[in-house]
Nanobody, 123 residues
Framework: QVHVVESGGGLVQAGGSMRLSCTVS????????MGWFRQAPGKEREFVAA????????LYEDRMQGRFLISRDNAKNTMYLQMNSLKPEDTAVYYC????????????????WGQGAQVTVSS
């Protein structure tokens, strides 16, 4: 089993930046890739970004490309989502998931999920 914990959420003003962390433990050898999804109140879940542990493949949702950046610290079993130029429409709960194969934006391909991190962007 893999345990996933997100951290780093909070309140930020529009135009600001925030970094989310996703730390995994347990059977981390089973993890090939990790992905970020988000869900805003009253809206469907949407894909944000995904990356393998090696950094390739790497995929961003088009609307996040250039504003959001994934990085990894393999020694800490942690993947980061750096979010820049945040907009009020980025307000959502952000979830990190792990996959044992490349799943990209395919939500059912992810095996384990964290509890979510609330990100609120004020206008």
């Amino acid at each position: 089993q893999v345990h996933v914990v997100e951290s780093g959420g909070g309140l930020v003003q529009a135009g600001g930046s925030m970094r989310l962390s996703c730390t995994v433990s347990g059977r981390t050898s089973d993890i090939y890739a990790m992905g970020w999804f988000r869900q805003a109140p009253g809206k469907e879940r949407e894909f944000v970004a995904a990356s393998s542990w090696s950094g390739t493949p790497l995929l961003y949702e088009d609307r996040m490309q250039g504003r959001f950046l994934i990085s990894r610290d393999n020694a800490k079993n942690t993947m980061y989502l750096q979010m820049n130029s945040l907009k009020p429409e980025d307000t959502a709960v952000y979830y990190c998931g792990t996959a044992d194969k490349w799943s990209g934006s395919y939500y059912p391909g992810y095996n384990y999920w964290g509890q979510g991190a609330q990100v609120t962007v004020s206008s």
